[in-house]
């Protein structure tokens, strides 16, 4: 049962089964494991997150919820395949990411992860151990032993065809996939499901191998997505990659899981922003999408329904067009839980758009797995790339799929604001943020743009920004977009413009899949205009990052240099 107030759990479950024991290690601070876990030794590589440098591999892991990245399920189950997983891993509130690739770990790989949610005392408790071990339904600690109830899927209400799909009417993977919604839906403690009308896949970066086996795996068994499905960025530029310098084998690799997707049925989209497609979802639209920026989007900005479904349940609900009815998928499960108050700096001007992801940023921080309502924004007039770089940043502090802006965002004015707690979010705030997120050098070797992919407006800008300029000799500048933009800034005669000016403007991938040689190996200076990036680069190229606006990137790249300095007007 889930606290109706603050998302904990009020008894003790065990979600995933299994035996164990292992060393506790206690993360206060949600993780997101993609970008945050290196999937192949458990290290925690997350350098903005307190327990930077500790190991999960062989731990009780635990921490009250996961954060960020849909794709942690997918590094989970990588660690899993190497031996390198958890023991076990221990929250203190419902939680979808992990617990799906847990899923996926013991029914599809055989090699289960044990998930347990824990009452708050009893979560405690283990926190205090040294050592804990899982037998028998029970977590034995040195003086106390807790029992653990099994999910139950009985109270959930399926339809004629749900019942159809778990039979096996419909095929064997499409059973598969509905006995695992079904196990997500129990455990999300959802009374039915509800149908989606359109999917968008995320789990197509070859970060590890588990990706592409579990995709050629699903191929190979027949399965086709049964609702208009959109794919997010992948690891390679899919027509080009043979010219771009990469070890054949990856570009290979990398092809062949964009390539099982394509015979699924999904559309060959490959753009991490799918909210920018001339065929957007509607307000009150009810979706299966994953990628934790694009379902942030779509929630708080588009103002569509979609829990922040997992890696590989956004495939399986794709095969059904059907997904757990809870969270999200009500107005109820929509509802602010906090309110954040932010002071705008008086001499911020709306041209340094570093504002949005900085406010992004650290909304998240204040609310890591609850629904915000920002409010102090009223006056402003957000740019549609402005609210994307808040959504994205918000998504790598916080685990919640949406938040609201307050008179910014469709569903804000319908926010009861009353009693809710409050946290402030002041200049001083901001220009804290500003530092942890400039911690690279400033020598900048690398500037990178489009995370999530760039709109036409943004290559419009850095086009007008550079003017008649060019880049200097020693500093790199790529854009990564989705094909459909880099076909309008063709036509526009951008693109050109831009190539003129030194500037590579990238399809497919994005700068969550790129690798070297595409990120140059000699780069150590990184300058980006995307919170998101600029927290989780160093995990992702052992590189810290600078982060600033468009205006600031295009002037790195063309001097070479970007002072260690914040903007004027957060020190005025």
């Known amino acids: 049962m889930r606290n109706k107030h603050d998302g904990s759990i009020e008894k003790n479950q065990l979600i995933v089964e299994g035996s164990a024991s292992g060393k506790v290690l206690v993360c206060e601070e949600g993780l997101s494991f993609w970008g945050g876990v290196d999937p192949h030794t458990g290290a925690i590589i997350d350098a903005h997150h307190p327990n930077h440098g500790d190991s999960v591999s062989g731990k009780c892991l635990l921490m009250p919820t996961s954060r960020g990245?849909?794709?942690?399920?997918?590094?989970?189950l990588q660690l899993a395949l190497n031996e390198r997983a958890p023991a076990m891993i221990i929250f203190n509130e419902l939680e979808q990411v992990l617990t799906l690739g847990s899923i996926v770990c013991d029914r599809i790989f055989g090699v289960p992860v044990p998930i347990i949610c824990l009452s708050r005392q009893n979560y405690y408790a283990v926190a205090r151990e040294k050592l804990v071990e899982l037998h028998d339904h029970q977590l034995v600690l040195a003086n106390q032993t807790i029992g653990l109830d099994l999910i139950s899927k009985d109270l959930l209400v399926l339809s004629e065809n749900d019942h159809a799909y778990l039979k096996g009417d419909h095929g064997d993977v499409a059973k598969a996939a509905m006995e695992t919604i079904c196990v997500m839906a129990a455990v999300e403690n959802a009374s039915s499901l509800i149908d989606?009308?359109?999917?968008?896949?995320?789990?197509?970066?070859l970060a590890h191998d588990a990706n592409l086996i579990f995709a050629e795996r699903m191929a190979e068994l027949g399965a086709k997505v049964i609702i208009p499905t959109t794919i997010n960025a992948i690891s390679v530029d899919r027509e080009n990659w043979q010219n771009s310098g990469l070890d054949e084998d990856f570009g290979k690799r990398a092809s062949r899981l964009a390539d099982a997707y394509i015979e699924m049925g999904v559309k060959p989209t490959f753009t991490c922003a799918p909210y920018l497609l001339a065929d957007k979802p509607q307000l009150g639209?009810?979706?299966g999408w994953s990628e934790s920026n694009a379902v942030i989007f779509a929630n708080t900005v588009l103002g569509a329904r979609t829990q922040k479904h997992p890696d590989y349940l956004d495939l399986f609900i794709a095969i059904t067009g059907r997904a757990p009815s809870v969270g999200m998928y009500s107005t109820l499960g929509r509802k602010a839980r906090v309110k954040i108050e932010v002071t705008i700096p008086q001499k911020w001007s709306s041209d340094d758009e570093v504002l949005w992801p900085l406010i992004g940023w650290l909304a998240g921080k204040l609310s890591p797995d609850s629904v915000p309502l920002i409010t102090g924004l009223e006056s402003l007039s957000p740019?549609?790339?402005?609210?994307?770089s808040l959504c994205a940043a918000f998504g790598t502090t916080s685990g919640a799929p949406m938040l609201h802006i307050l008179g910014q965002?469709?569903?804000?004015?319908?926010q009861n604001a009353e009693r809710l707690p409050i946290y402030l979010i002041n200049p001083e705030n901001l220009?804290?943020?500003?530092?942890?997120?400039?911690?690279?050098?400033?020598?900048?070797?690398?500037?990178?743009v489009g995370s999530p992919h760039a709109s036409i407006e943004e290559i419009r800008k850095i086009s007008a920004l550079f003017a008649d300029r060019r880049r200097h000799v020693q500093t790199q500048m790529k854009i990564t977009a989705a094909r459909h933009?880099?076909?309008?800034?063709?036509?526009?005669?951008?693109?050109?413009?831009?190539e003129d000016a030194g500037v590579q403007i990238m399809p497919d991938l994005c700068w969550c899949s790129i690798v070297e040689p595409i990120f140059p190996p000699e780069a150590k200076g990184l300058m980006t205009n995307s919170g998101k990036y600029a927290h989780y680069a160093y995990g992702l190229s052992n590189r810290h990052s600078r982060l600033g606006s468009l205006r600031d990137c295009v002037d790195a790249a063309i001097s070479g240099f970007a002072?260690?300095?914040p903007p004027a007007w957060l020190v005025a």
């Open 69 to 76: 990245s849909c794709s942690g399920s997918g590094v989970l």
């Open 196 to 205: 989606v009308d359109r999917g968008h896949i995320d789990g197509c970066i």
């Open 285 to 287: 639209e009810n979706i």
């Open 383 to 388: 740019t549609i790339d402005d609210l994307k």
């Open 409 to 414: 965002t469709p569903e804000s004015s319908t």
């Open 431 to 448: 220009k804290d943020a500003w530092f942890e997120l400039n911690r690279g050098l400033e020598k900048i070797d690398l500037v990178a």
């Open 485 to 498: 933009t880099i076909q309008r800034a063709e036509a526009e005669g951008i693109a050109k413009k831009l």
């Open 563 to 565: 002072a260690h300095e």
